[in-house]
């Protein structure tokens, strides 16, 4: 037929959808939060009440707005920002990122500007954005905790609690994790108090049994805990017969260590029901989400699915929307801990 196109017309309707989803990726998306279509999606971790129970993981945002351009930072339940020393450390040295078949290992050595140029130069971006804020910090000693801690208590009332990363080496105890030990842990967020804010212990998954650590920073002054950080592991490059890290071993994080983050969370709210719990390791989906929640998570973070889609945080609330709606959901004391009833 004179005029028709050699592709038959099928190109046109291609590119339209390719525009449209770039309309939709240059749009920030916005996570459903407080009552929404009769789902109350209010939570509290502690004292603490966030506007949703979806807040971005520790080293996965940045220190700043970052991911503003993806998702309204403002409809999280917090932006928890990357943890901070009480100076500038420069971390490990490149590479420091290698992707798994099921996650990613990292060895970035919690790089940061020091918890004096956050509040000055990176904080401002998100208080203007609206976000809610949880403010990580981390030392090599209890001191350097202490510090970092101390540097935070002018911080504004939109910093509402201090995630205490107890998952880094301890100087003092030959770089072996504070979270390892009880007594170490202890010590650390105990010297966090200067805050004067409400504090969750990040504990590491690879110490051990958690139940003992948990009760430890909770009878220093931590209000819950987040369970898990990374999972330790290392690749090895075959042909150039070296490892793939910089700083040799690294953190897995994504998919793969799902199960065991669950474990973790399932673990502690069932032996210690009266201690609050963020859920974090490997998720993506609403799903993954939901099931935190069900083995007793107060609230989730979401970390390593943001590096594959910037979105990911607002996706996963959407999701868990959506997910409570299907299964009749009103509010998520319903939900949080519920497989522990039946």
């Known amino acids: 037929m004179a005029g028709a196109r050699p592709d038959g017309g099928r190109v046109a309707p291609l590119l339209d959808r390719a525009r449209r989803s770039l309309d939709r990726l240059r749009q920030p998306v916005v996570a459903p939060n407080g ?24 080293g996965t945002a940045g220190h700043g707005v970052e991911l503003g351009r993806y998702v309204e930072l403002s409809s999280l339940g917090a932006v928890v920002s990357k943890s901070l020393a009480p100076g500038p450390w420069a971390g490990n040295p490149a590479p420091r990122v290698h992707e798994t078949p099921a996650g990613m290992l990292n060895s970035v050595g919690l790089q940061g500007p020091g918890v004096p140029r956050w509040l000055e130069h990176e904080l401002p971006g998100l208080l203007d954005a609206g976000a809610t804020v949880v403010a990580s910090v981390w030392g090599q000693t209890v001191d350097e905790f202490a510090a970092a801690a101390e540097a935070l208590a002018g911080a504004p009332p939109e ?14 105890d030959g770089s072996r994790m504070f979270s390892h030990s009880p007594t170490a842990a202890a010590e650390a967020v105990a010297a966090t108090a200067l805050c004067g804010r ?13 139940l ?20 330790m592991g290392l690749d090895v490059d075959t042909e150039r017969w070296q ?16 199960p065991v983050a669950l474990r973790a969370v399932h673990t502690v709210a069932a032996a210690r029901p009266d201690v609050p719990v963020v859920g974090v390791g490997g998720i993506a989906r609403g799903a993954h989400a939901a ?52």
């Open 198 to 210: 409400p504090r969750w212990a990040k504990l590491s998954p690879n110490g051990g049994d958690l």
């Open 243 to 258: 490892v793939r890290l910089g700083g040799r071993g690294g953190g897995l994080s994504g998919p793969a260590i799902r």
């Open 35 to 58: 009552c929404s279509d009769g789902v109350d999606l209010a939570a509290r971790v502690g004292s603490v009440r966030l506007p949703s129970p979806v807040m971005t993981a520790s």
């Open 291 to 342: 099931a935190f929640l069900l083995v007793g998570a107060s609230a989730v973070q979401v970390g390593t699915a943001s590096f594959a889609d910037p979105r990911a945080c607002g996706i996963v609330a959407r999701e868990l929307h959506d997910w409570c709606r299907h299964h009749g959901v009103t509010s998520l004391d319903e939900v949080i801990g519920a497989v522990h009833e039946r």
């Open 159 to 172: 910093v509402v609690a201090v995630e205490v990363n107890v998952s880094c080496p301890n100087l003092h």
């Open 212 to 231: 003992p650590v948990v009760d430890a920073v909770v009878e220093a002054g931590a209000e819950a805990v987040t369970l898990v950080n990374t999972v």
